[in-house]
């Protein structure tokens, strides 16, 4: 919702506490700029108090004697000169009526809509003052900090600051609250005072931090006559904004306008100089054309982005900068919405207190907390016993096979020796991907990922796998297993999402004694080859991502650790998960454990542990995996660790993610959802459900550019016909190529779309947080796309 | 600095804004403190404005008559109610004398000094309050604000909110600012307000962040009657604290004892717990013997750790709290001190900003800005073109690494198939390090950190390394090389390092020719060989870190650059330099390529490039690297990427760091440690210097116990005689453990010292900002280590 226009220059006006001036040195701004200006707006979107006082008096008569190219506008006005959530309500209480109180999202509405009105029609350089009511945290209408409030506009800002005894103090810390915001603060505004020089102080404070500081003569003492008292502040008013067109407020002026100036070059220089000097990941470099194909992202608030769209169309009325749904989540590491102030107070906190710490043989408390958290109470519950930190979901993975590969080598007897260590494989499934680094790419099969270095070191099946067709649940079974199955591979028994996910219900079913002989064959085979011998068993469980959103069919997988752990004990391959992706709640549940009904040795957590805010990966890993590595022997230990290990700025966020996760999946949003994939035809109590509506996936299911959908959690996958190209594939980004921009902009709709693909495969992913609206939002723009390609 | 009794719960004062009533609350908790304890003290460090009003007055007599209990100073007094900082020049200019401003340390000390002392005779629950004046953000004697001012005494805070209107605003706001710092805050009390009720809003609004909000009856208006006042007031302060104790000052007592009995608790759980659930990097379990060797950090600021000590020494009158310098930089990666609050503000920043953003084919400024400063004004000066963001050094060597695979691979003709692609391999040096993952330590030879999946894809040379013995530089030469030499390796003809490191100077020595010759020689050997091909040099320059922080000589990196330049176009060696150590000043240099006179094609950077703060990582790539992976196929892209690829975080703190840097490297210490270099036998402008003492380096390398010593920038290397035992040798460890305990706490040198060892090999770091007084006391604290073994 953040708006930037070529045109109309807007500022929005913060005061570092109440009574210091806002109104008065706003009104300044408003002159200065009307005698400059083609035109003026000055909206105040919440005012409280009577109007009665002199400054408020000559803003009225000035901007009568100024109609021409002067607006004013109050949206919400209230006589009580108190905070605004309680002015509302005290209205209510006099009116004996229902006030609705608007909402965050109604009221920063109105004014993103004021404005965009307004400079619709505004001429080149026109100027819109927004005045905040109150101090920078007092609270709006709806009881939410300004500061707060506010932010989803994400306008630059003037900060008011306070030139009382105390002042100093005030002004730096909502300077302090503003940053936390992420707030473009281009000046500060203060009045002169004598003996407490607060501007003294704060204007080297600030130059350097590049923030200017402009002081300005306090206003006369009010005069006992009304008369005498307006001529006063008129002349005040004439000697802060002189004709001359010079002084402090003038350069104030220009200054502001050069911010807006550099601001808007800067927007337009950022897609060229990034094809100059970004080399993007995951990207063909000679598939990009030009400026238009970077996605220039100004800020981001929620689920969205907020884009600069000025390379890609002229525009001199409408807003450079326009929402875009994150329809990746970020590469899945969304949880609770981008720039979420309570993981930004968890970072800032964990940062004042200890920066980062040397980990190895030393604790902390946000280490500490996490990893008993993590290990007692998060997935690595009955049955983890030890917390490894890392970086990223890859090195997360290293670890993992580190211990795996030493828990497996050591319980041979004898020993195996290094040389035999170097040979061993694991077990997967075809189409995993487990990060980028060499052995974490080591654990898959060769494909589109593997690189230079790359040597597959195992064995991976084909795994049979959940999906739904025309409205109805299928598991497609690979010809290898069906061949084995004599008729018994129906998957069309199987009548919910729910079922198919009842794994212990299955385990009786004729599949499963399929897959079990299949499964158990291949292993004595592979045994009988003996080269590579089998170390581990690697998966990811209930979907494999960056191989296609493969729902991989449950009841396989957990045929599959149990079958590796039937063995005789020194047989037995430790299993891991790498529940990087699918972890965390991103499917609906904290870990897949209880949904297979068998536990893991070790897995690996990432991605959604920080709630989407920087890279943190943990490796849980049970008892016995942790006493293979002991010894009196120094190189014995698991030697691997990177300079932030356990860096305490990450593991605070995570302890407030996984806080904050646990209200949300407790909440309403999440038990709606629950209830409405119950009761559309799941059971009761349903195993899995999905944020997307079970109708609209049903729908989209039934429509003709689509081969099949499928949907858990946060993720709902859509496949197109297309089957032929694999990750080469262009069919999925063709076809919903039209939810990328973004539409008429006063429809709740309007918002444009970023969304990854891979190959013949559309996924979509929200935050763990996303309101529903926004969900059915989404689902409005796919399932115009999809059903417009069919017809 | 940071202090914790047993005995006496410390408590520090913090206002919301001036005159929001922290001295009358304080005085309420120091009255009630008194009913209920046996000793109270009341500690104003600093005291602004004339003793005359009626709470002081009652503060005064309350005082008089309760002394046998209550013990009130202040440190520095003055007659102005104004800012500190003005305060104390104006009492300079009436006095016509110059009173010298303390400085934060002065001020803290004394303020540390004052609670010691009164701790060591504290009976058992006693109580200090620490009331500060002003705001938090007001400015300190120094000029300093409060907040950071007090920081590094870490004391529990009670912050005093605002009742006023807008004081919602200012009591969040200053909040937010002990946040930033890192503050424990244990509750918040302010004033009941019937109007505006404050209290109620702020009360649900801190239960969120579990903070305890008490509200208290304001004071009575004045009385112009100076008796009929005193006796309203003490009036008011029997109603507040009560003889029954009850009421809610008393609860505000009883919750700050518990958070005061629980911090103990905590800390004193942790080693238990540390050792219940954490797996360390690099550490071997086995050793680990039980609590006392587990290094508890509570807090950290600058150079130092806030280490608990309970659980080695029994304390019941001395702090359970005490500095202890993070010798190793915790793992080389500190610049800019813990607990920066730049550094703080800035990730901050861009969390409020965009929490992460999805990175391929998108782009925001803090990538931008840090890509563009580092290729073209940075380490990638003169040579590099492209930018490729990862996570920690391991992820950015391993993107070099395919890098350089693959530029060297599509180069010959025809171009290298697959197969034939797994078979490249490196040349590197011998003690090479480049990080954990697999491919990473492909690039390395065997050697202790190498593990189950390690294969050695290369060649690597004995280096030979520059040291200095008996207080003369030395070149040691491999026995290898020797051989070649016919006398001239003689390394003796080099005075001082930065004959050592003018490697142009050096390139037509004799040594030269030696290192030419073989080099040559075994390249050619090697091309024979056939198998494995090689494809790229690699290098850690300068500096082999893990490895044993040897430092190499740089004329045998330049000649080993140089020769794989040489050849044909299509053989030539993408060349490597791993800077993740090394890089960014931590050996005096920004990068090491303008020092051996050569440019890499790739370098990696990590570590320092955060401040010290949290992971992230970055490959420079040239021009002709980056075409390698051009084309039309999206699978012969550079296929790496992690999720958090260019987190908005890291590069903004990272820009802030390269800005701080400068200052740094540009600023007084730096050019006096350059200076001291120079003046002390080194050349007029030294090409290299440390900001460890020249005297010193050269005094501990005649010790007995020493074999030799080296130091660049930051780095102070120390190798013991015993050299048979390589990483497994604890000998360093040993010798230098005098240093680790905190020595009596009055003393200037007072601090603990963590350091790591490599086997027989000890080295410390320091920041790039350590101030030249706390080096010199470090180096006091080896000197004495060292010279006693010795004696």
């Known amino acids: 919702m953040s708006l930037l226009f070529k045109n109309l220059r807007v500022h929005q006006v913060f005061g570092a506490n109440t009574d210091v001036g806002k109104t008065l040195l706003t009104s300044a701004l408003v002159r200065a700029s009307a005698t400059k200006h083609e035109r003026v707006f000055y909206l105040k979107p919440v005012s409280t108090g009577p109007m009665q006082d002199a400054d408020d008096e000559h803003v009225k008569r000035y901007i009568g004697a100024n109609k021409d190219r002067l607006h004013a506008a109050c949206l919400y006005r209230f006589s009580e000169p108190l905070s605004p959530h309680l002015a509302v309500q005290l209205e209510a209480d006099k009116e004996q009526t229902e006030i609705p109180v608007p909402s965050d999202e109604t009221f920063g509405s109105a ?142 002026l220009s200054h502001l306008d050069a911010c807006h100036s550099r601001r808007l070059e800067e927007l337009e220089s950022m897609p060229r100089r990034t094809l100059d000097t970004i080399w993007w990941p995951f990207v063909q470099h000679g598939h990009v054309k030009g400026e238009q194909d970077v996605n220039v992202i100004d800020s981001a608030f929620g689920d969205f982005f907020s884009v600069y769209n000025g390379h890609r169309s002229k525009r001199t009325k409408k807003s450079l900068l326009e929402p875009q749904f994150d329809g990746s989540a970020s590469w899945w590491t969304q949880a609770l919405g981008h720039a979420n102030p309570a993981l930004t107070t968890a970072a800032a906190r964990a940062a004042g207190r200890y920066g980062h710490v040397m980990f190895p043989q030393a604790t902390h408390l946000p280490a500490l907390n996490l990893a008993e958290r993590l290990v007692k109470d998060g997935p690595g519950k009955d049955w983890a016993s030890r917390a490894f930190f890392s970086d990223d979901g890859s090195t997360g993975m290293e670890i993992a096979l580190k211990m795996a590969l030493r828990a497996y080598a050591i319980k041979q007897s004898p020993p195996l020796d290094m040389a035999n260590r170097k040979e061993l494989g694991v077990l997967g499934l075809k189409g995993s991907y487990h990060g980028d680094t060499i052995g974490a790419m080591d654990a898959c099969e060769e494909g589109v990922y593997t690189c230079e270095w790359h040597n597959a070191k195992g064995y991976w099946f084909d795994p049979p796998y959940v999906g739904i067709r025309k409205g109805k649940v299928h598991i497609t079974v690979p010809e290898s297993i069906a061949l084995q199955s004599e008729g018994s591979v129906n998957g069309d028994a199987l009548q919910s999402l729910s079922q198919v996910y009842d794994v212990k219900q299955r385990l009786d079913t004729p599949l499963a004694s399929v897959y079990r002989t299949f499964v158990s064959q291949t292993l004595d085979r592979l045994q009988k080859k003996e080269s590579p011998a089998l170390a581990a068993l690697v998966l990811e469980p209930i979907v494999l991502g960056a191989g296609g959103m493969i729902f991989v069919d449950p009841l396989f997988q957990r045929i599959l650790v149990d079958l590796v752990r039937e063995a005789e004990p020194s047989k037995t391959l430790p299993v891991i998960f790498d529940e990087v992706f699918v972890g965390l709640y991103r499917l609906g549940m904290e870990t897949s454990g209880p949904l297979l009904g068998v536990h893991p040795d070790i897995s690996v957590h990432a991605k959604i542990l920080t709630g989407g805010l920087l890279p943190l990966a943990v490796t849980l890993a049970s008892d016995e995996t942790f006493q293979a590595f002991l010894s009196e022997n120094k190189t014995d230990a698991l030697l691997h660790g990177h300079s932030y290990t356990a860096h305490p700025v990450g593991c605070e966020v995570a302890n407030e993610t996984l806080n904050m996760l646990q209200k949300v999946v407790c909440g309403d949003e999440w038990k709606e959802a629950q209830e409405r994939w119950s009761g559309a035809g799941d059971t009761d109590s349903p195993r899995v459900f999905s944020l997307w509506d079970q109708g609209f996936v049903e729908a989209i299911s039934h429509l003709a550019p689509v081969k099949e959908v499928m949907t858990l959690g946060t993720l709902l996958v859509i496949k197109t016909q297309d089957d032929s190209g694999g990750y080469r594939s262009n069919s999925a980004q063709a076809l919903l190529k039209p939810v990328v921009a973004a539409l008429n902009e006063e429809s709740p709709n309007a918002f444009g779309m970023h969304f990854r693909t891979l190959g013949n495969v559309a996924y979509f992913m929200t935050s763990l947080n996303s309101p529903s609206k926004t969900i059915r939002a989404v689902e409005d723009r796919i399932w115009s796309a999809l059903s417009n390609a069919h017809s």
Not at 130 to 148: F, N, R, Y
Request: one cysteine or more.
């Open 111 to 252: 004014v993103a809509s004021h404005i965009r009105q307004n400079a619709s029609g505004a001429p080149s350089y026109s100027h819109m003052y927004v005045e905040t009511a109150g101090g920078i945290h007092s609270p709006s209408l709806s009881g939410t900090t300004q500061a707060d409030a506010y932010r989803p506009l994400f306008l630059p800002t003037i900060l008011i600051g306070d030139s009382r005894l105390g002042g100093i103090s005030s002004t730096i810390s909502a300077y302090e609250s503003l940053m936390l915001r992420g707030y473009i603060v281009d000046c500060i505004l203060l009045f002169k005072d004598e003996y407490y020089r607060n501007g003294e102080y704060l204007a080297p404070y600030f130059a350097e931090k590049q923030i200017n500081v402009a002081t300005f003569d306090p206003p006369p003492p009010r005069h006992s006559d009304p008369s005498a008292n307006f001529d006063l502040t008129e002349r005040y008013y004439q000697s802060l904004v002189p004709p001359t067109q010079e002084g402090s407020i003038f350069n104030v």
